[in-house]
Structure formats: structure tokens, C-alpha cells
């Protein structure tokens, strides 16, 4: 009787080894999900004396950075933390897609760089220099097709092997890398 439950036991294990096994290679590629994230104060963005009516559509609860904090955060080099790609980095198989969600207050770009540095709005670079994939901003073509509006989605696909270094070219603190295999 005892060999008979042991036997069994191990059959079960088997198949059940088996059984994830086939699932772990049975899972197609699914987009990998970046999420950009904001803390953007609307009383103060959507004053006609800052951005204007309606630019800032944060409906997160607690934390909010103003107009003027978010300014003289990034001066001081100590740019708001909350701003941000989540997660900051991440691996991904190539021909997989990376899907990026505004989920925050406001417009962000998610433009890939060369190297991390200033984006287009001098007074948000903490004292770097524009780099040359965001220089012009939105009358940049290749900037303004990489802009995400509050609740939209951008899909990046086509990545090469290696690593990737992407941006906000209008908050560069918002940083990211992408680890293609």
C-alpha cells in the first residue's frame, strides 16, 4: 500500500511538472506596460498665468505638486520623485510591444535618446542641456509623435536588441531603460 501511494504521489508530481512546464512555453508575448505618473496640482496648472484652463486632469488623491514647486524643484536639482515610468526599467524579448499609459495629470512624451539629459522646457532641466532628440519640442515631428496624453496610450514596437534610454521631454527626470534580449 505504502509503494502505491508514493507512486502515485510522484505520477502527480510528474504531470503536474509536466503540465507547468507546457504552460510556461504555451505564453504568447504580452505588450509590456509602462504606466507615467504625475502629481500635477490643477488649481495652479490650469491658471490662464501657468498652462491655462483645463491642461492638468489629475484625479489622484493625496500628494499634489504646484506650478511653482515643480519649477523650483527641478532648479534645485531635487525634481519631484512622483513624477515618473513606472517601473524604470524593465526586459523585454525583442518584437514585443511596450505599451506606455499617461496615467497622470497631464501630457508627457516617451521619446527615446541617445543619452539622458535637458528636455525642451529650459526652466524644467535642472541646469542640463536640451538634448538633441527633444530640441523643438512639439514642432519637432519626432517629439510630437512620442506624446501621450492624460489617459491615452503610445505603443512602442521594432525595438532592436539592446539597451533603449527613453525620456519626458518635458519632465527629463522622467527616465527609463529598456533592456531588449
Do not use: Y
Not at 149 to 161: A, F, M, N
Amino acid at each position: 500500500m505504502h509503494k502505491v501511494a508514493v507512486l502515485t504521489l510522484l505520477t502527480g508530481l510528474a504531470i503536474l511538472a509536466g503540465s507547468t512546464r507546457a504552460k510556461a512555453q504555451a505564453i504568447s508575448p504580452s505588450p509590456a506596460q509602462v504606466v507615467a505618473l504625475d502629481e500635477c496640482d490643477p488649481a495652479t496648472f490650469n491658471d490662464p498665468s501657468a498652462v491655462g484652463p483645463g491642461f492638468c486632469q489629475n484625479v489622484a488623491l493625496g500628494a499634489q505638486t504646484t506650478f511653482a514647486e515643480l519649477f523650483a524643484e527641478a532648479a534645485a536639482g531635487t525634481p519631484d520623485p512622483n513624477w515618473n515610468f513606472q517601473p524604470n526599467t524593465v526586459v523585454i524579448k525583442k518584437a514585443s510591444i511596450l505599451s506606455v499609459a499617461d496615467e497622470g495629470g497631464e501630457p508627457h512624451t516617451f521619446t527615446e535618446v541617445k543619452q539622458f539629459g535637458g528636455g525642451f522646457i529650459a526652466g524644467l532641466n535642472g541646469g542640463q542641456a536640451t538634448v538633441p532628440e527633444c530640441s523643438g519640442g512639439f514642432s519637432n515631428v519626432a517629439v510630437a509623435k512620442t506624446r501621450i496624453l492624460q489617459g491615452s496610450h503610445l505603443d512602442i514596437t521594432g525595438l532592436s536588441k539592446g539597451k533603449h534610454l527613453f525620456q519626458c521631454c518635458i519632465h527629463p527626470w522622467m527616465r527609463m531603460e529598456v533592456n531588449v534580449k
